[in-house]
Each structure stands twice: as structure tokens, then as C-alpha cells.
């Protein structure tokens, strides 16, 4: 057998495998997307835009896209100021990093259900140990997930307690990895701690802090379960995320149509904004 | 070795005749049924017949439990791909516009053997909003799911309370509330402040006069107790011969607005509020002095907890039907009929004969069903005449007569189905949603929310064909 041949044989059953579980899944949900494709009518008749024009005049669809968005801004955010926190003072204390990183990565090791009604427990406005701290402080109780202006919040706080020890985790891989030669020249040339921070280690951990961005971005929009147990998209639409909307239509509602459009109208957005991190990625690469 | 071999031959013929003894007399012996039941609590009954089924009938029973959320979605997919997975399904009864195609009839085997299940002995209300559609008998009742009322009568009995309640509006404390009107007033009345007086003695907790279950994804439930009776004297989701939505009229506005101002009166957290949160709050802090909601508190009427408030008298719950609405001097009461749980055969089923004799078995007239029926902890709430008359019950829980005499009357009055038609869970999600996000403040008016349902209703309409839904409208009544 020649090498191309034997190179295709052993390549094959990858590609295949790859075809069974994207390529295929991916060109019927475009073709979903373009029918009217609702599994209670027997009809799938192809409709061309009207699933995506639906979608566009929904409020609902504004609702969750803007959920979303402010999550991932404000996880991101979060979770990389403390996941940097908690990396650099792991970083400068060898000695404990090997007792406190498993502890600190538990939260991460939690099923989002399990926190999603651990959560309904601790924010419960009359039982809550968070509001009976405040009241011994002079607050006022909060309604937290029940109230219209603190539902997202305690998503928020939920989630980035969550998350914090896996970017800690993955910049703290990223520091470890770093070279000492740089931080010695900086040292000879009398750089401070906060120089050496934002001249040596930022940008040579650029490709990791993008990497991060990119794992969790991703993740976000996926996030569903702890909505789902803790506020089920509410009160209102306060908490509804896009992927509680398309599970809404696809499985509750059963328009397979309408939810495979409105997931193809947030990929393509996404599909930039992943590409621009990862040019970033790779400048980051080239520079380091 | 001759010895030996003669040996294992009667042995092996001892053994055959054995089997051969066992298997007379089992109609079905050999013979798998699979049943697609509520996990949690509601399953137990299903393993605990398990033996019983296959000793009596020979039929080995396969549970399959799937958790009530996604029950509508599982069992719908099997149902629509024509699997034959499931013989029987235990499902919500709202959703038969989407499983009628797909269950069969029982009325055959009803006639064959003269009622042995014993519809005759369910209540009409239950058979009416449950398992009746279209004329025929597709299901039959699993839990006779049904809301009630319940105050806190030790606070109504107060004779301070009551002075005080006149003084204020002119008319005697009700007891039991008839009218949404007058819960107002009373939720009103009762809302006070820790430190504050409450049948005469200072309250340890706030004090709320009204909850309801006001969480995103529950919260139609609560409207719809309020928009049936305010849209007497004849309440309709949809005009019977336009399918027009009935969702925007006048009467629907203002129960709408009545929800609102209850929540004036309501515990901060009612917005995240499901049946755990109400159940604790009403009947384990006792912090709430109306609410509705299943038949669990009153099946539970002892568990009730002293008002929150120094030397409190002996805790008292009082249950009634769910208010109503007064219109020109005539009192419209109505009780939602929770569509509930209730089982049917499928009709790709390879065994419905022996599906229908385990549906028998667990559900039909006799101490099997009631004995689980008796027991709190399943969640299967009494549906029979001989349930709710069961003289073993009253002698098991002392007290047990209050409650279900209350819910017999108010079974026996103007019962009122759920919405049953295809893409019915569709329906009533938007209603959710939009009733949940005006009492969220999303929307100025209560017109404004529910002119957006009743355009989302008629889209849906449109989707499914009006006159198809219009024709399995009429099944529902």
C-alpha cells in the first residue's frame, strides 16, 4: 500500500466520525433553519427567511441577547481580575499552592444544577445567610434572584464564584510556563512590581488571557442549567439567556425551525468575534 | 453414571411441571409492559406493585421515571417517532391536543368488562377535565390534582381581628373569603410589620396578608385562578366560534390588576417562588395569611405552624374553594381542575391488553389505589367518591373529613378545565411569560401585557389552523 493510501485509510475514520457529528448535524440545521420545521405538523415545507424574520420581531430574542452580552462582559471581566488575584498570590506562595489550588478549584468540580438549588436555598429572601448577615449590619433583606433589579446579579455572583478557579487555574499554568530571563533584565534595569506586571508578564500572557476569553465566552452562551433551577428566565425576561430561548423554541415549543435559525443568527456574530481573539491570539504568539 | 443421568431427568421434569403450575392462570404471563411514570415520590407506588403485577398477571413491569420537566419533551419525541418504547405514559392532560393522535381510546375495554376500572366511581369533574376529550375516554386520572384556598382561620376567629376588620371596611371579617375583592381587603388588612400587633400580641416575623407561586414559569397558574372567575358568567380562553382570545377582554384586564395589587401585600421573594417556597413560608413559618395552592396542605392540615407572634392559640387551617367574583348580586365561584397527571396506553403499544390491565391494577376502585392515595408522601391526591367517602381514610388521619368534604363541595361545584388544545403548553407560556413580566414592571399596563398574549395567540392559532384548533376547542367542554 502506498503512504497516501495508507494515509487516507488511517485518516478516514476520523473524518467520517467528524462528518457523523459536525459536518452533517451542522448542513441539516441550515437546512432546518430555511423550513418550517414545528415536529407536531407533519409538514416541513421550505419558507426561506420567515423563521429568521420571526426571530428578529421577537422581543424576547433583544431580552436574551442582551442577558447574554451582559454576562459575558461582566464574567470576563470578573473572573480574570480574580482569577489573575488568586494566580499571582498562588505564584508567590509555592509552599501552600499545593494545598489551596484543589480547594480553590472545587467550585468548578460542582454540577450548575446543584449550585442552581443551593442557590434558591442561600439567596431565599426570608432564609437567606446573606440577608441575615446584612440585617446584622443594618440592611435591608433582598429578594436577590427574585427581584427584578438583583435576579442577574445573583446569577452573576453564582456563576463567577464558579469560574474564578478555572481561569485561576489556566493563568496560573500560563505564569508557571513564563521564562525568568525577562523578569531578570527587568530586575537588573529596576523595574517595580506593577512595570515588571504590565510591560513583562501582560503581554506574555497574552495568548493565554485570550485563550480564556475565547473558552469562556463560549461557555457562557452555553450557560442554561443554573438559570433554568434558579430564576427559569425570570422575574420577566430578566434573566433569560439566548440558549434558555432557543431550548424555549426547540424543545418546549418544538419549532425546530425557528431555533436553529435563531441559533445560526448568534454563530455568525460569534464566528467574528472567536476570529478576532484568536488574530490576537497569534500576534501575541509572533510577539512573544 | 446411569444413576446420575436418570436423576437429572426427573429432575429437569420436576422442574418443568413446576413451571408449567406457575404459568396456569396468568393471562399475560411473558409479557413486558413499560411504563413512563413522574420520577421522585410518585414512582414508589409503581415499584412497589411491581410483584404484585407479575404474580397476579404475569406481566414484568419496566419503569421507566423521567423527571416532570422533561416529561412533555420525552415522551413526546417517542410518541411522535412512533418508537413503541412506552406502553403507557403518565402525562399532564393538558397536553392531549398534542397526544391524542397518539393514545388509544379505553371506551373498549371500559365496555368489555362493564367498568371494572370503575369510571362510574371518579369524580365527573376529574373525568370531565382529565380524561374525556372528544367524547371518548383516552386516560384515566392518576392524581386528582385540584387547588384550594387555605387561610389562617385561628387569625379569622380572632375577635379583635374581626372588631378591627369592620371598623375598617364596613363589612364583617369573611370567613372563608368568597371574593378576590375581598382578599384584597383582608391581605390589605393583615400586611403588618415585626413588632406590630397581631391578634392582639406583637409579631416575631413580618406578616403577609397573601402569596401566591409568582415564579417565572409557574405564575400562569395563579393568574388563571383569577381570570376564570373574572370573565364570568360563562369564562372562555377563546370566542368557541371565532377562536378569538379571550386573553385581553375587560374581565381578564382586571384580574391581571388584581394579581398586581395583591403582590402589594405578598412576601418580597414571590417573584422566585415555587411550591417549596409557598408550602414553607405558609404552613412552616407561617408568615402568610391566604394562599392557594394544591391539596397538599390540606391532606397536611396538621403540619400548619403557630402564627408568628408571642403566645400564638392552637394553629387552625382554613380551606375553601378559590374565590370568585361578584357580578350583579350573583356569586361566581369556579375551581380550576388541574389537567394533573393521568396515564394512558400508547397506542404503538405491542401490549395494550396488558397495559390496560396494569393501568387497572394501579389506578382502578379498590385498596390498592387507595391505600397509596391514603399516603401523603406519594403525591397522589384523592379522585374516587370512594376516596373521598373512605371511611378507613377518616379512621387512619383523625380530622381528614374537614378536608375532604371541603373539596368534594368544591369539586361538586362549577369545575373549570386547563386550556387543551395542540401547542397548549405554547400557549400558556406566553401567557406566562408576559403575566410574569408585567408583575416584574416590564409593562405599564395590564393591557398592554395581555394585548401582547392575545396577538401571540392568534399567531399560534394561525400556525396550527384555526379551524383545527377550533375543533378540539369544542372537546374541551
Redesign the interface.
Known sequence: MTNIKRATVLVLPTVLFLVLIVIFPMLFSIKVAFSGY????PEHPFVGLRNFIYIFKQA?FYDAISVTGIMIIAELFFELIIGFVLALSLLQLPRVRQLFQPILLMPIMIMPVVIGYVG?LIF????SPINYFLNMLGFE?I??????KY?LITVLILRIWQWSPFVMAIILAGLLSLPREPYDAAMVDGANSWQTFIYITLPLLKPVIMLVLIMRTLEILQVFDII?VL????????TTTFSLFTY?IG????DIGQASAAAWIVMIPLSILISTFVKFMEKGEKVG | MKRLMIIIVCFLLILSFSLLANGQGKPFDGITVTAAVHSGHQVAPWYSEEGNIKEKYGIKLNVIEITQ?EM??RE??EL?QRTGVYDIIQYNSAWIG?FEPYVLPLDDYVTKDNDAIGYSDILPAFNKAQNIWGGKRVSTTIDGDTFLFYYRKDLFKDEGEKSAFKAKFGYELPDPPKTWQEVVDIAKFFTRNKGEKLAGRTLIKDFYGYADQA???RVYYWYLFRFVPFNAPNPHYFNPDTMEPNINSLGSIAALENMMELLKYS???????EWD?LY??AMG?G?VAMWIHWTDEGRGFDKLTPLPIENPPLPELGISATPGVELNGKLYQFTIVDSAWVGSICKDSKNPDAAYEVLKHMFGAGPVNLHYIMDSTIGWDAFRYSHFNSPEWRQKVPGIEKYLEIELEALEQDSYPMLKI??A??YT?VLD?NV???????FKTAKEALDVVASKWSELNN??GLNKQKEFYSKIW
Not at chain 2, 412576601?267 to 417562588?273: A, I, T
Open positions: 414545528d415536529i407536531r405538523i424576547l434558591r431565599e429572601e426570608r432564609s433583606s429578594a436577590w434572584h427574585a427581584s427584578t435576579a433554568y430564576t427559569m428566565g425570570g422575574p420577566g425576561s430578566r424555549l424543545f418546549r415549543y418544538w | 420537566d412533555y419533551s413526546f419525541l411522535t398534542d415564579k417565572r414559569g412576601p418580597p421573594g414571590v417573584l422566585g417562588w417556597e414553607k413560608a413559618d408568615t395542540p401547542g403548553f405554547e407560556d411569560l410574569s413580566k408585567y408583575l416584574a414592571g416590564d400556525k396550527f
